[in-house]
């Protein structure tokens, strides 16, 4: 699996730990920055450009999912959420991790590096991708009114 990675300063530490140890694992890691550490860095640019690199990906058939890190996680994930396709879930513990993949097929999780220690933000990430969306019809039909309002404005598909 192709996994995009994206931060802001908060989270570049963690990125690159998250890097090595995930491409240890065997997933091939696309890190869209940024490269140093900038604290007046702005991330969305990044993110963003994680996120559609996700988008691009699957709608080319490749198996790809994205993370996007920051302090908090909200702005990583606000940003990512602009791109047409991601559905990006704010991950505070291995539920929410799961249930982003299981029930939303979230193509995006977002962490917050000062929320968590390095091990329990590893821990979500890889519960994140190991995570398969459960196909059930209900998740589905929920998932196409949000694809349905984002392309045409309105819920009916």
């Known amino acids: 699996m192709r996994v995009h990675i994206a931060t802001d300063h908060a989270g570049l530490e963690l990125s690159s730990h998250l890097i090595g140890v995930l491409s240890a694992s065997g997933y091939e890691m696309i890190d869209h920055g940024p490269t ?5 860095d702005d991330y969305p640019e990044f993110c963003i450009n994680a996120a559609a690199a ?8 490749v198996d790809a999912l994205g993370i996007v890190l ?4 909200n702005g990583e994930q606000i940003a990512a959420n602009k791109v047409a ?3 990006a879930a704010l991950a505070w513990n291995l539920d929410t991790a799961k249930l982003a993949r299981e029930h939303n ?4 999780v977002a962490v917050g590096g000062r929320q968590h220690t390095v091990e329990e ?8 991708l190991a995570e398969p969306f459960s196909n059930a019809e209900r998740h589905e039909r929920r998932i196409g009114q949000i ?3 984002e392309t045409i404005g309105d819920t009916a598909e």
């Open 36 to 40: 140093s550490y900038d604290a007046d």
């Open 54 to 61: 996700v988008v691009a990906d699957q709608a080319r058939g």
């Open 70 to 73: 920051g302090g908090s996680g």
């Open 85 to 87: 396709g991601v559905r």
């Open 105 to 108: 097929d979230a193509n995006v």
């Open 121 to 128: 933000a590893t821990a979500l990430i890889e519960a994140f």
């Open 147 to 149: 694809a349905s309002y």
